[in-house]
């Protein structure tokens, strides 16, 4: 037995031996192939003469002797015919499916890169529409509840402290013209003009609440009144007295004042307010005894009420220039 297994073991030994100098002459020779491929100009030179295989085989032992290199005579014919018949070279497989699915898994990661650029840009447009699409229905949400709930509760609350002021029935009356408009409009689900008749039940308030006198100018260098004399009748004189509106802290107030003659609103401190010839002839009286007007209230504007009442005699025109 123990023979026996002494003499295996020199075998197994020279087996190994043997591959592995088969493998050394293998790699050897793909060397040989090598050197020959990168020197070019001696594959053309050399293989173009007679007896080429020999002054080869000369040459490249001569180059590996170079390198403390030898090279069996045995290699370098494998070498050689390793490069005519193009051994050690890859060659593609021909065009199958088999290769373009191998090649689609080589590049997986290129695909995947580019798919995931095609699918951002795909979504972009979708994400647009489904952002837009949400936007428009939150919009419509946004004014069905301005309409059903937001806009009335507003509208009924200006209608009431626009009415709590109202002291008078032409502010009554203008009151429940403008709610009407308010409620029409939302029953007809307008916002625009729902909203429109809240600002001018604010504005309509803004005008209620407020309290002046009206006072007639008369200061040093300053006019107190004059007359015009219209173009469709020169025989008549239209007779104005100039006036500003003072708040009862004593501040004078700006007033949108439509002048007659024009047509046109403006926002003055100071106005002219056409009146009979017997007021306007009063008032000059008045101011001649001592260059002061003792009697300069024409008219007050009580709170709760749309107009002055007026103390004297006017016949409702304004201008605005003179």
Known sequence: MADTESSAAPAAASGATGQTLKLDEVMLAMDVVDTLRHQDDLVEKELGQENRDEALKARLRQLYEGQGLEVSDRILDEGIGALRESRFVYTPPPPSFARTMALLWVRRASFAKVGLVLLVLAAVPLGWQVWSSRSERAAKERARIELSSVLPG????????????????????????????????????????????????????????????????????????????????????????????????????????????????????????????????????????????????????????????YLMPVLGGTITKW
């Open 154 to 309: 507003e509208l009924s609350a200006a209608v009431e402290l626009t009415r709590n002021e109202a002291k008078v029935a032409s502010a009554q009356e203008a009151v429940n013209t403008i709610a009407a408009d308010g409620r029409a409009a939302l029953a007809a689900r307008d916002a625009t003009e729902a909203r429109a008749a809240i600002s001018q039940l604010a504005d309509l308030r803004a005008k209620l609440v407020q309290q002046y006198a009206l006072r007639i100018v008369s200061r040093p260098g300053e006019r107190t009144g004059f007359f015009r004399i219209p173009d469709v009748n020169q025989n008549s004189r239209n007779y104005y007295l100039i006036v500003e509106a003072i708040a009862p802290d004593g501040k004078v107030l700006s007033m949108p004042i439509l002048n007659e003659e024009n047509g046109r609103t403006e926002t003055v401190i100071k106005w002219g307010v056409r009146v009979p010839q017997s007021t306007f002839d009063a008032v000059r009286r008045d101011k001649q005894d001592d260059g002061i007007v003792q009697n300069n209230l024409l008219g007050e504007k009580k709170r709760g009420a749309l107009k002055p009442d």
